[in-house]
C-alpha cells in the first residue's frame, strides 16, 4: 500500500493510518502521500476526519494505527512539539494566538533570540521583520493581536508558522472567518508558499477555492480516502458527488413568498451606537428573510447584536411586535428572540459540557419548576431538535468539543429549534458547514420563514444572501448603504454598497 | 483501552481513595472501627460543609479566600447575639444573614466591579477578619447557655449533629448543581461567561449567588466549630480555606472553572482524612506527614493532568 502512494518527491507520508476515538472511527485505513512545493486539499463532509488528519501529523492526537514517513523515514510524532521540531505546523480552524501580546511576541513565542538566557529584543524583533520582508507579508510588529482584524491575526498565526522553518503547513478552514477580497489574498500567500517549495495540506468548505488553489484533491468520507487526484480533473459537480455520495443539486431551496405588507415585527429607528454604527434604519417581518450584508468590519454583527440587547445602543429605538424593546438579553429571549453568534466557540458553546446542556441552555424555564429540572423533557426536546439538524454525534451526554466543526455548528441551530424564536438573528449561520449540511441548513432557513419566523440573516458569503433573502440591507462603516429588493437586488448592486463607505 | 483511559480519568480519585482505605483496613489497628470512623466523619464536616459550596464558586469560574474569614468571624457574631441574649436560634440567624451578607458583598465586588476573585476575596478578608475582632471586642468568647454546646454535639444514630449537618449540606449543594436550573447556569457562567450570557444567563447573579451562598455554607461550618470547641476566637488566621481548598482540587475539580463536581470534592476530604487518620495511627512524626501530603497532594494534581493530555 505504502509504495502505490510514496513516490521520490513526497515529503510526508501516510501508509494505512487510522484513528478511534472511543467507537468512533475518525480515520480507517488512509494512505496519502504530501510533496513539497505542492497545495493538497482535503474535502468532505462535516465529521469526515479531515481536521482529525492534521491533527495526527501535527502530534495533537496519535493514530491507532498504521505509519508515518517524513522523508522517507518511519517517525512517531509523540507531541506537538516533537512536530514542530520537524517543521509540521498547523494554522488552527479556530486561531491560538496570545490576544493581549503584541504581533512580535506571538511570531516569536518560544523561538525568542536570547543571549545568555535573556531575550534579546532587538535581535528577535529583526528576526521578525526577516520573515515578514521574505514573505512580503508585513505588519506592525508592536500591534496587539486582540485588535486586529482576523485577516491580519491569521497573518500573524502563517508568520508565526514560517518563522519556524516550517515544510509542510496545514491550513485548517483558514478562510471561514475572511472577507471575500481578503480570501483572495490569503490563498495567493498560499501558492507562494508553495512556489517557496512548503508542503501546505489545505482544508476547506469553499469547493471553488479548492479547484483554484491546489494541486491535488483527496476527498473523505466517513473517515475513509475516497479519492486522491489531481485537481485539474476535477469539477465542481465531481467534488459535490465525492464529498456527498449524491449528484449536484441547486444549493438553495425555493424561497417561500415575501409576506404581503403587514406590520413588521422588528422596527429599528435611527439606532446609534457611537464609533459602531449610525442611524440604523431596520425592519424585518413575519416570514420574511432579511440579508443584512456589507464588509466584515462594517458594524453587521453589532446592529444583530444591539438588536438582541447584548450591545447598549446611546440613542435610537428598537420596536419589538409594536412595542419598544427594553431589558436585558434574558427578556428578549423569552419575548421570542434567538441568536446564533457569529463565533461559535467564543460566544455560544461551553466545549467541556455535554451536547444536550450546550443545546437545551436559554430554554431550561421550560424543562424546570422553581429550577428543578425536569430532565425527561428536556432530553425529549433536544434529541427532537438534534434529529431535525441531522447533527452527527455519538451520545447527547458527549462533550461539545468531541463534535467535528460543522457538528459544533448544528448545536446552535438545535439550540435555536428548541427556541421557537418569532425571530432569529443568524449571523454567519454556515460557517464551517459542509456543502451538503448547508443545503440542510438553507432548507431550515426557508422553512422556518414559512412557518412565520422572522429572520435577520448576517452572512460574508454574497451567494448566501442572494440566495436566501428576500430583501437586503447592506451597511458600509456603520451606516445603511442600501435597501435592496426586487429588481434592484442583483449581486452588483450588494457589493457597490458595501463598497461605498455609507 | 479508550474506554479504560475514560473511566480513570472520570473516577481515578475514587477508585484511589478506595485502595487506600482498603490498605489501610487491612494493615492498621484501628482504622477499620466503628469509632474512628464516627470521628473522621466529626472532624470532617466542617471542612466537607465549605468544601461542597467552595466546590460550586470554583465552577462558576471564581476563587474564595475569604471562606476563612467568615469562618472565623460569623461564630463571633453568633456568640454575642448568644451572650446577650441567651436565645440560640436567634444566635444561629445572626451568624448566618452575617455570613450572608460578607458573602453578597464578595458576589457583588467580584462581579460588579470585575475584580479578580483571588484579589477581591484576599482584600475583603482583611475586612471580615477586622470586623470579627470588633464585634468581640478582641477577646476569647464562650457560649453562656447549654444549648449552644450542643448545636454540634448531639448524638442521632451514632452520628454527631455536626456530621449530619455535613451530610445535609453536601446533598444540598449536589442536588443544586446536577438537579437545578441554577446549577447549569453555575456550569455555563465558569464555562464561557460570554456564551453564558449571549444564551440569556445573568452571569453576575450567579456568580453572586455562588459567593453568596459559600459565605453562608462557610458561616455555618464556623459556628459548628465553635459549638465543639465550645469557644471562638479573632484572629487571622487562613488556615481552614486551604484544607477545603485542597478537598476541592484533590477531588478534581477544575480551578479554571466549568468542570467539576461536589461528589469529587467529597471524596477528595475522605481521601485526605483517611491518608492523616493513617499517619496519626501508624504515630508517624507531623512533619513528615506535612512532606508526604503535599507530595501527594502534586500527584493527584499531576495524574489529572496527565490523563487530560493523554485523553487527547
Ligand atoms: N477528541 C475527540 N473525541 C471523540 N471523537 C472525536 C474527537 N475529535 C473528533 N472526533 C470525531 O471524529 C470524527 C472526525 O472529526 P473531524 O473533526 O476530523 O471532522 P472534519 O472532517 O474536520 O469535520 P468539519 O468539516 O466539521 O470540521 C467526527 O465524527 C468527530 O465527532
Ligand atoms: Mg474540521
Redesign the interface.
Same mark, same amino acid.
Given at each position: 500500500m505504502a509504495d502505490s502512494v510514496a513516490n521520490t518527491h513526497s515529503l510526508l507520508t501516510l501508509s494505512g493510518v487510522s484513528k /478511534? +476515538?472511543?467507537g468512533v472511527d475518525a480515520l480507517s485505513d488512509i494512505s496519502i502521500a504530501f510533496e513539497a512545493g505542492k497545495v493538497h486539499a482535503l474535502v468532505g463532509e462535516n465529521g469526515a476526519g479531515k481536521s482529525t488528519l492534521g491533527k495526527l501529523i501535527l502530534g &495533537? /492526537?496519535r493514530p491507532s494505527g498504521g505509519t508515518i514517513a517524513l522523508d522517507g523515514k518511519d517517525i512517531s510524532i509523540e507531541e506537538p512539539a516533537a512536530a514542530l521540531r520537524l517543521g509540521l505546523v498547523g494554522i488552527a480552524q479556530e486561531l491560538s494566538l496570545m490576544p493581549r501580546a503584541n504581533v512580535m511576541d506571538n511570531i516569536a513565542l518560544g523561538r525568542e533570540v536570547t543571549r545568555r538566557g535573556l531575550v534579546d529584543r532587538a535581535a528577535t524583533l529583526k528576526a521578525v521583520k526577516d520573515v515578514m520582508d521574505r514573505y512580503d507579508m508585513r505588519l506592525d510588529p508592536f500591534a496587539i493581536v486582540g485588535d486586529l482584524p482576523m485577516a491580519e491575526r491569521q497573518k500573524v498565526e502563517i508568520l508565526r508558522a514560517l518563522s519556524r522553518d516550517a515544510r509542510l503547513i496545514i491550513f485548517d478552514e483558514p478562510t471561514a472567518r475572511l472577507a471575500t477580497h481578503q480570501a483572495k489574498q490569503l490563498l495567493g500567500l498560499i501558492r507562494a508558499l508553495a512556489a517557496a517549495g512548503k508542503a501546505v495540506i489545505y482544508v476547506s468548505h469553499f469547493l471553488d477555492e479548492i479547484l483554484e488553489v491546489s494541486d491535488t484533491i483527496t476527498v473523505l468520507r466517513n473517515g475513509r480516502l475516497i479519492s486522491t487526484r489531481p485537481a485539474s480533473v476535477e469539477t465542481r459537480a465531481t467534488l459535490v458527488a465525492g464529498v456527498t455520495g449524491q449528484d449536484y443539486q441547486s444549493q438553495f431551496p425555493p424561497l417561500p413568498p415575501a409576506p404581503a405588507d403587514g406590520a413588521p415585527l422588528v422596527r429599528v429607528r435611527n439606532l446609534t451606537a457611537k464609533g459602531v454604527f449610525e442611524g440604523i434604519n431596520l425592519e424585518v417581518r413575519p416570514g420574511e428573510i432579511v440579508g443584512l450584508a456589507g464588509l466584515v468590519g462594517a458594524g453587521r454583527s453589532e446592529v444583530a447584536h444591539a438588536i438582541?440587547g !447584548?450591545l447598549a445602543v446611546d440613542s435610537g429605538e428598537i420596536e419589538f411586535d409594536g412595542k419598544p424593546l427594553t431589558g *436585558? &438579553? #434574558?427578556r428578549r &429571549?423569552d419575548l421570542g428572540m434567538a441568536?446564533i *453568534?457569529e463565533s461559535r466557540r467564543?460566544? !455560544?458553546? +461551553? %466545549?467541556? #459540557?455535554p451536547i444536550l446542556?450546550n443545546i !437545551?441552555? *436559554?430554554y %431550561?424555564?421550560r424543562f424546570?419548576r422553581l429550577?428543578? %429540572?425536569n430532565?425527561r423533557a428536556e432530553k425529549a426536546s433536544v434529541e427532537t431538535a438534534a434529529a431535525n439538524t441531522a447533527m452527527k454525534f455519538g451520545a447527547l451526554s458527549d462533550r461539545a468539543d468531541t463534535l467535528s466543526g460543522g457538528n459544533q455548528q448544528k448545536i446552535l441551530f438545535a #439550540?435555536a429549534a428548541i427556541g421557537r424564536p418569532r425571530l432569529l438573528i443568524a449571523d454567519e449561520p454556515t460557517r464551517g458547514v459542509d456543502v451538503g449540511a448547508k443545503r440542510s441548513i438553507y432548507q431550515m432557513i426557508a422553512k422556518l420563514a414559512a412557518e412565520g419566523e422572522a429572520i435577520l440573516l448576517i452572512s460574508s458569503e454574497i451567494e448566501e444572501i442572494m440566495g436566501l433573502s428576500h430583501r437586503v440591507v447592506v451597511l458600509s462603516r456603520g451606516r445603511v448603504a442600501a435597501q435592496l429588493q426586487g429588481a434592484a437586488l442583483t449581486e452588483k448592486a450588494v457589493i457597490e454598497a458595501a463598497f461605498s463607505g455609507g | 483501552m479508550q474506554r479504560a483511559m475514560n473511566f480513570t480519568r472520570t473516577y481515578g480519585i475514587l477508585i484511589v481513595t478506595v485502595l487506600m482505605f482498603i490498605a489501610l483496613a487491612l494493615t492498621t489497628d484501628g482504622f477499620a472501627t466503628w469509632r474512628n470512623f464516627r470521628n473522621i466523619l466529626d472532624q470532617q464536616s466542617t471542612v466537607l460543609i465549605a468544601a461542597s459550596f467552595l466546590t460550586i464558586a470554583t465552577i462558576a469560574g471564581n476563587f474564595d479566600v475569604s471562606v476563612s474569614a467568615v469562618y472565623v468571624t460569623a461564630p463571633l457574631v453568633a456568640l454575642v447575639v448568644e451572650n446577650a441574649t441567651g436565645n440560640v436560634p436567634l444566635a444561629i440567624v445572626a451568624a448566618i444573614i452575617a455570613g450572608l451578607a460578607m458573602g453578597l458583598f464578595n458576589g457583588i465586588v467580584v462581579s460588579r466591579f470585575r475584580i479578580n476573585s483571588f484579589i477581591a476575596t484576599l482584600a475583603t478578608s482583611f475586612m471580615f477578619f477586622g470586623a470579627g475582632y470588633l464585634v468581640s471586642d478582641r477577646s476569647l468568647m464562650r457560649p453562656v447557655s447549654d444549648a449552644y454546646p450542643m448545636l454540634a454535639r448531639s448524638q442521632f444514630l451514632g452520628l454527631t449533629s455536626a456530621t449530619w449537618v455535613s451530610f445535609a449540606m453536601v446533598i444540598i449543594a449536589s442536588v443544586l448543581l446536577t438537579q437545578t436550573r441554577f446549577g447549569r447556569n453555575v456550569f455555563a457562567t465558569g464555562g464561557n461567561p460570554e456564551a453564558a450570557r449571549i444564551a440569556g444567563v445573568n452571569v453576575p447573579r450567579v456568580q453572586i449567588a455562588t459567593f453568596a451562598l459559600l459565605a453562608t455554607a462557610a458561616a455555618i461550618a464556623g459556628v459548628i466549630n465553635s459549638s465543639r470547641s465550645l469557644s471562638a476566637q479573632p484572629s487571622d488566621d487562613f488556615s481552614f480555606v486551604f484544607a477545603v481548598l485542597t478537598a476541592v482540587i484533590v477531588g478534581g475539580t477544575s480551578i479554571a472553572g466549568g468542570q467539576g463536581a461536589v461528589w469529587r470534592t467529597v471524596v477528595g476530604a475522605f481521601f485526605l482524612a483517611f491518608m492523616s487518620n493513617g499517619f496519626n495511627l501508624h504515630q508517624i512524626d507531623p512533619i513528615w506527614q506535612r512532606l508526604i501530603e503535599g507530595l501527594v497532594i502534586l500527584i493527584a494534581v499531576g495524574i489529572d493532568a496527565w490523563t487530560q493530555r493523554n485523553s487527547r
Open positions: /478511534h +476515538f472511543g &495533537i /492526537h438582541y !447584548a *436585558p &438579553i #434574558r &429571549i441568536m *453568534p467564543d460566544q !455560544a458553546l +461551553f %466545549l467541556g #459540557r446542556e !437545551a441552555l *436559554p %431550561l424555564k424546570s429550577s428543578w %429540572l430532565k #439550540r | -
